[in-house]
């Protein structure tokens, strides 16, 4: 029988929400999928947490070249290792690396790929998926027509638990990453304990009128280990880092809260936060299109409600 391949995703030693979301999902359904993690020197630890989710097979894909994550290396090694094998499927989280190395990986194997998908069905080997298109105005099935099947998952959008422990099986097999003709030579981490906003239960977002004014959003942020967003207008008026940006241009996010502060709305922030589960809108105009899209809508001034709600959560906590 053919293999599932869940490609899972390390940053700094620790193994990204997202795989743990898809290996959940994939179990939920009866799948039970081959983990293959590439990297170098990669701890045992992280085939332990991948069996209490539900793994039982672990594949460690190891050489020196992909100690560093590159597009190239990351293509080739996958494409070496799992080019000759049966598989009806290979999965993985749509981060920023997701993004950048699968349709790479697909090209190579010759198939299609679905990126950044919201829901997946497997039945009988076959997988069917669910991915957002017009910038999240509406959605669309994707079937396969020749397998493998290869998708990416947004993370955030499937349940985590799974509640079936195992003693995952490791292998370690030998990669080989190829000609790398680009690599990494330097990485600025933008520093401090941020909360990664593609992995955050709570998002608070700011538009273009916070302008020098995001403190009061990341005071609000920290009272309940919130990560802070940003409109594109904020970032490209540098009232907030590039990193902040939420959007078709920027990142997409499924927390469980988002709330939108001075936010009007467009289409393309739509794009990167429609899938929230509660969505809160705090706009001083109440034709702002925001409102369209918001479970809960203040017509009121962000300056007034945001302190306010510092304040309240606070409060809760204490
Ligand atoms: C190709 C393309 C890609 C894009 N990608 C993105 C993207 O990824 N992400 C993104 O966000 N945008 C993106 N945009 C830009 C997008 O179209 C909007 O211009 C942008 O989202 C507007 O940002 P904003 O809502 O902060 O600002 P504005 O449009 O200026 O809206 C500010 C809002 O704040 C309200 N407001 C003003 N003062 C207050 C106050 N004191 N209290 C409460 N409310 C107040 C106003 O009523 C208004 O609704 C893209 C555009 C293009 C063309």
Known sequence: MADVILIGEVNDGKLRRVTHEILGELVRQGVDPIVVIPGNGLAPSLAEELGKHGASKVVYLEHDGLKQYSTEGYANALHGYLGSKQISAIVTGATAQGKDFLPRLAAKLGVGMAGD???????????????????GKCSKAVEFVKGPAVFSIRPNVLQMETGKAKMASVEKAAANPGTIRAKIVEVHASGGKKVELTEADNII??????????????EC???????????RAACDEGFAAADMQVGQTGKTVSPK???ACGISGAIQHLAGMRTAKVIV????????????????????????????LTQEFKALKS
């Open 221 to 231: 942020a920290e009272t309940i280990g919130a990560a802070v967003g940003a409109s």
């Open 257 to 259: 809260l988002y709330i």
């Open 117 to 135: 998908c919201t829901e997946l069905k497997a039945s009988g080997g076959s997988f069917t998926v669910r991915r957002p298109v017009y910038a």
């Open 205 to 218: 977002s700011g538009g273009r009128p916070l302008k020098e004014k995001f403190n009061i959003l990341f």
């Open 281 to 308: 809108a705090v706009n001083k105009s109440a034709d702002a299109p925001i409102f369209g899209v918001a479970d809960y809508g203040l017509v009121a001034d962000l300056f007034e409600v945001v302190p306010l």
